[in-house]
């Protein structure tokens, strides 16, 4: 008996692929085979009171399917798929895969089919016996060889076998953690459409494959060069002539360097992307004649770190006429190297930390695009500036919020897990940037950073006038101790009145006295909040937490007579809670008072603030 068909027709009234939307033959029919029209019917719009009918019942029939999805009460699951990232597995029906892919068909049955990985995969992952449940357990790495489909896309791909429905992806999924994002082609959003095509194409669902090759075009000439790569892949991959062809011509035009190339690409696509780079040099200025001699010795100097061997690039470093920095070799570790590679490197101090690569980046870019914290951390105790700017005007912390999916940078670690690698990445390089945020020649006359400057400030003024809301006289002495109280505050920004906009500048000011004042101000602010840190840790937890939690509304819940009388309850409750949390957090500094003997010494010690000064 052969495998029913999974193809579906679209309809192009729907932003859903719906069964009940579109004829589906119940007949069986040879993988790849598809379903046949019902006479009579135009879609399952036209077709007359029958045709009308018959889609209530498919539409009632992919809710009902649904259910077995949804509610708890109806599992009769019979198998399990195991994902790579460690969490629960992931429950299926093997009837239905079986009868709506071609792949699962196979596999189920144990048949070889195309892959001879099946049978491997059921023995693999519980071979039918399925340790301590009974059940088969499949392992996603080994249903997929050739790419990751990880837990969010297969389950929206299971879905949309048991329903004939795509809904828009979840928007944590495909967001990435820049607020200044427009989301539309980040990197979060393509690494889902990618990994939906892996198992669309692995699974043998060609009406998906056809949705999200569209997806995929559309994204090519959106996005980043280097975010084409993926998009790259999964082509060669499945087969993607179109998708293909389209990201060759992308990244030929783009300055994605050979190394890049090699390393991200097979090697076939990276041949033929230097061969039409040969063939067509850039129109913009004279094209860069190779030095064979010198890509040689760049090429054993990657080779030998790509070995763990800094010995060795030692040796060669004194053999032959070349420096670190002339093979790029810090900006080759952060980027493919271990990290005691890097820290190897770092120590011999013969590489510039800050010296920027064609393509403008540093190594605490390429750093950040890896997202490894101790590289970063590694870079950063040596020298490396947080604040330097690519050429196109980011920053490495911006580098790591569009490579970060939003859910990931939200998802709270419980005690005892991993930490957060994404998150954390983020958080080292932002402590570092309101730690030195003026760092650099770029600090002076860079607009951009000039934003980013405004923007820390921002971020240490309402930071400081939650410390003066809640605790006003040490607050006072801390700003005295920093000389914060003696320069000129640079917006109005308080917890009682919080806009995050800054004041009216001097328009007669020149940008180097603007830049002096405002790195006086920041400096200032800082140290507050170090003082702050110092002698109140708890305390500085939860101005942190209040501060990252309020932020984005505009401190709402400080201005208490806005809003309805109902609003006003709920924030005046809210407010509450945040005063117990500062007078626990208070209570446990003060339990020893040598730990703000210094600040109290000049003061007398004010409790948290209770009632509102509004």
Not at 143 to 170: D, I, Q
Not at 366 to 386: D, H, T
Request: charged share 25%.
């Amino acid at each position: 008996m052969d495998p029913p068909s999974s193809s579906i027709t679209f309809a192009s009234s729907s932003s859903y692929l719906s069964n009940g939307s579109s004829p589906c033959s119940l007949a069986a029919l040879p993988p790849g085979a598809l379903a046949p029209t019902l006479p009579g019917a135009e879609g399952w719009g036209g077709g007359g009171a029958s045709g009308s009918v018959e889609g209530v019942s498919l539409a009632r029939l992919s809710n009902n399917l649904e259910r077995l999805l949804l509610d708890p009460d109806l599992d009769c699951s019979d198998a399990d798929v195991d994902m790579a990232d460690g969490g629960p597995p992931i429950p299926v029906h093997r009837c239905i895969l079986a009868a709506r892919s071609p792949f699962f068909y196979n596999l189920v049955r144990g048949s070889r089919g195309d892959g001879l990985h099946l049978s491997a995969s059921v023995a693999g992952g519980g071979g039918g016996g399925g340790e301590g449940t009974g059940r088969p357990q499949y392992k996603m790495e080994e249903l997929v060889p050739g790419g990751r489909v990880g837990r969010e896309a297969f389950l929206e791909f299971r879905r949309y076998l048991y329903t004939g429905k795509l809904r828009p992806a979840p928007h944590d999924v495909v967001s990435c953690a820049d607020h200044a994002c427009p989301h539309d082609s980040c990197p979060p959003a393509i690494g889902f459409a990618v990994e939906l095509m892996y198992a669309a194409w692995t699974f043998k669902i060609s009406d998906l494959v056809a949705v999200f090759q569209r997806r995929l075009l559309n994204f090519v000439d959106k996005t980043l060069a280097e975010d084409v790569l993926p998009i790259l892949q999964v082509a060669f991959h499945s087969e993607l002539s179109e998708v293909l062809k389209k990201c060759v011509q992308r990244i030929t035009r783009s300055d994605l360097d050979s190394i890049s190339l090699d390393k991200e690409l097979p090697p076939e696509v990276a041949d033929e992307i230097k061969k039409i780079r040969e063939k067509s040099p850039p129109d913009d200025g004279d094209p860069i004649i190779p030095d064979p001699v010198h890509e040689k010795r760049v090429r054993r100097i990657h080779r030998a770190l790509d070995s763990d061997d800094v010995e060795l690039v030692k040796l060669l470093l004194n053999e032959s006429e070349i420096t670190l920095d002339d093979a790029n070799a810090l900006h080759y570790a952060a980027a493919y190297c271990d990290s005691k590679v890097v820290s190897e490197l770092l120590d011999m101090e013969l590489a510039s930390l800050n010296l920027k690569n064609r393509r403008g980046y540093t190594s605490l870019h390429l750093a950040a695009m890896r997202r490894e914290p101790a590289i970063i951390m590694r870079l950063l105790s040596k020298g490396a500036v947080a604040s330097q700017l690519t050429n196109d005007g980011r920053l490495a912390s911006n580098i790591c919020r569009r490579l970060t999916r939003l859910k990931d940078y939200n998802t709270k670690m419980e005690q005892g897990q991993e930490s957060n690698k994404d998150r954390m990445c983020i958080e080292i390089l932002e402590r570092e940037m309101m730690r030195n945020p003026m760092i650099g020649e770029d600090s002076v006359t860079s607009p951009l950073l000039a934003d980013d400057l405004q923007m820390k400030l921002a971020y240490l003024e309402n930071r400081v006038s939650l410390a003066r809301f809640f605790f006003p006289a040490e607050a006072k002495v801390a700003m005295h101790i920093a000389q914060a109280d003696i320069t000129p505050e640079v917006g109005r920004v308080s917890a009682a009145s919080t806009s995050g906009k800054l004041k009216e500048v001097d328009l007669n000011e020149t940008p180097v006295i603007q830049n002096k004042r405002l790195r006086s101000r920041a400096e200032a602010l800082m140290k507050t909040v170090e003082l702050g840190r110092r002698y109140f840790p708890n305390c500085s937890q939860v101005l942190d937490k209040i501060l990252e939690d309020n932020m984005s509304d505009g401190f709402d819940v400080f201005h208490q007579q806005n809003g309805t009388p109902d609003e006003q309850k709920v924030k005046k409750m809210r407010l509450g809670e945040l005063k117990e949390d500062v007078r626990k957090a208070y209570s446990k500094d003060t339990a020893d008072n040598s730990v703000y003997s210094v600040l109290s010494s000049n003061s007398s010690t004010s409790p948290p603030q209770t009632a509102s000064k509004k």
